[in-house]
């Protein structure tokens, strides 16, 4: 199987993960719960791993990195501490469900702040016309269905002119367009462990700018356990129950791996998967690409249409020639509305640290024997 599906899950991960998700299993109990070696074990895995994503996302305290289940949980927990029903709330025009659907069932007042796919200066303009008066703002900082990077740092320097909160959703951006949480200033961020972090499904990280964040769930942390109301600190206020200790030992191989390899690296990699790939399908008049001229606006995602087949039928066919990618609206119709996709969406092919040039070239391949 050609794997080209990264930007749902990273299918592909360094064999250190999946070593240190069984080894945690065999070796590690619960964090904070004990002092014998199984817990002490787990709780070494579990602070190695909140400061190696410090280190990562330029978080100068790492108490201040809080395990999540998914993006999606940590996105909710955001929103639900900043915004209450008939606030008004900035998005941009890429916005996942995971930030649209959760806003939608508080009842706040959503603006969004629409640009055209590939220019950053139409978005920064749209969201200083929607900033005064806002209780919020929320931006993801890469489009999962386009791969456009937004310009997370001009909007963020807007968000602290206006004195709005912001929470960023690094979901596609982590782990290969760098982040630098204490320099954005932005209330929240947002990501999961199982895709560009090439973490186990189940794991996610909120990266907080302080204490004042409303839990989702309330319940044992291991500490002021004579409470009732949940600590006022991080990370203890946000992690009530039992941490997903294989999870996290395993999002920590994976961190390490990318710290060893390096964001920019990654990237780097991706892009130039992107620009092969593109290359060998642009002589085909009917595929249309969604590609920006300005390759640093692009991260390793590429969507495309295929004239005269639907989307779904297209992934079908490529599955049956062992290309795995998705179709569709991606969980992410506003970015389609935006781009004008809504009606048709699109195929998505995204790519990895693991893929080759000569996966991505068979992919065209079979791109072109479907259209035949």
Same mark, same amino acid.
């Given at each position: 199987?050609?794997?080209?599906?990264?930007?749902?899950?990273?299918?592909?991960?360094?064999?250190?993960?999946?070593?240190?998700?069984?080894?945690?299993?065999?070796?590690?109990?619960?964090?904070?719960?004990?002092?014998?070696?199984?817990?002490?074990?787990?709780?070494?895995?579990?602070?190695?791993?909140?400061?190696?994503?410090?280190?990562? /996302?330029?978080?100068?305290?790492?108490?201040?990195?809080?395990?999540?289940?998914?993006?999606?949980?940590?996105?909710?927990?955001?929103?639900?501490s900043l915004v209450r029903p008939g606030d008004?709330?900035?998005?941009?025009?890429?916005?996942?469900?995971?930030?649209?659907?959760?806003?939608?069932?508080?009842?706040?007042?959503?603006?969004?702040?629409?640009?055209?796919?590939?220019?950053?200066?139409?978005?920064?303009?749209?969201?200083?016309?929607?900033?005064?008066?806002?209780?919020?703002?929320?931006?993801?900082?890469?489009?999962?269905?386009?791969?456009?990077?937004?310009?997370?740092?001009?909007?963020?320097?807007?968000?602290?002119?206006?004195?709005?909160?912001?929470?960023?959703?690094?979901?596609?951006?982590?782990?290969?367009?760098?982040?630098?949480?204490?320099?954005?200033?932005?209330?929240?961020?947002?990501?999961?462990?199982?895709?560009?972090?090439?973490?186990?499904?189940?794991?996610?990280?909120?990266?907080?700018?302080?204490?004042?964040?409303?839990?989702?769930?309330?319940?044992?942390?291991?500490?002021?356990?004579?409470?009732?109301?949940?600590?006022? /600190?991080?990370?203890?206020?946000?992690?009530?129950?039992?941490?997903?200790?294989?999870?996290?030992?395993?999002?920590?191989?994976?961190?390490?791996?990318?710290?060893?390899?390096?964001?920019?690296?990654?990237?780097?990699?991706?892009r130039a998967l992107l620009a092969a790939f593109?290359?060998?399908?642009?002589?085909?008049?009917?595929?249309?690409?969604?590609?920006?001229?300005?390759?640093?606006?692009?991260?390793?995602?590429?969507?495309?249409?295929?004239?005269?087949?639907?989307?779904?039928?297209?992934?079908?066919?490529?599955?049956?020639?062992?290309?795995?990618?998705?179709?569709?609206?991606?969980?992410?119709?506003?970015?389609?509305?935006?781009?004008?996709?809504?009606?048709?969406?699109?195929?998505?092919?995204? /790519?990895?640290?693991?893929?080759?040039?000569?996966?991505?070239?068979?992919?065209?391949?079979?791109?072109?024997?479907?259209?035949?």
């Open positions: 199987m050609i794997y080209l599906d990264s930007a749902a899950t990273s299918f592909q991960k360094p064999a250190a993960v999946r070593y240190a998700v069984c080894e945690a299993m065999g070796t590690m109990s619960s964090p904070g719960r004990g002092g014998y070696e199984s817990a002490m074990l787990a709780a070494e895995a579990v602070l190695d791993c909140r400061t190696a994503l410090a280190d990562l /996302f330029c978080v100068k305290d790492p108490e201040r990195v809080v395990f999540t289940s998914s993006a999606t949980h940590g996105l909710n927990a955001a929103i639900r008004p709330v900035v998005i941009s025009g890429y916005e996942h469900n995971a930030v649209w659907r959760p806003l939608w069932g508080i009842g706040a007042d959503i603006r969004v702040a629409a640009s055209p796919l590939f220019e950053p200066e139409a978005a920064v303009e749209a969201f200083r016309r929607m900033l005064p008066g806002a209780k919020a703002a929320v931006c993801t900082q890469v489009s999962n269905v386009f791969g456009y990077i937004l310009p997370i740092r001009e909007i963020a320097a807007l968000c602290r002119e206006e004195g709005v909160p912001l929470i960023v959703d690094a979901s596609q951006g982590a782990g290969s367009v760098g982040l630098d949480f204490d320099g954005l200033g932005c209330a929240f961020a947002a990501m999961p462990g199982h895709k560009g972090l090439l973490g186990p499904q189940g794991t996610g990280v909120l990266l907080c700018r302080d204490s004042r964040v409303e839990p989702l769930l309330y319940g044992g942390t291991g500490s002021m356990s004579r409470e009732a109301a949940m600590p006022d /600190f991080l990370p203890d206020r946000m992690e009530a129950g039992t941490h997903n200790v294989p999870g996290i030992a395993g999002l920590l191989a994976g961190v390490r791996w990318l710290q060893m390899r390096t964001c920019p690296a990654v990237l780097y990699h991706e593109s290359a060998a399908l642009a002589d085909d008049s009917r595929v249309r690409q969604f590609r920006a001229k300005d390759p640093s606006q692009q991260a390793g995602v590429l969507s495309v249409q295929l004239r005269g087949l639907d989307c779904e039928e297209a992934a079908a066919r490529l599955a049956e020639r062992g290309v795995a990618v998705r179709a569709g609206l991606h969980c992410a119709p506003l970015a389609h509305r935006t781009a004008g996709t809504l009606e048709e969406g699109t195929v998505r092919f995204s /790519f990895s640290p693991f893929n080759t040039e000569r996966e991505v070239l068979l992919a065209a391949r079979a791109v072109k024997d479907i259209l035949k």
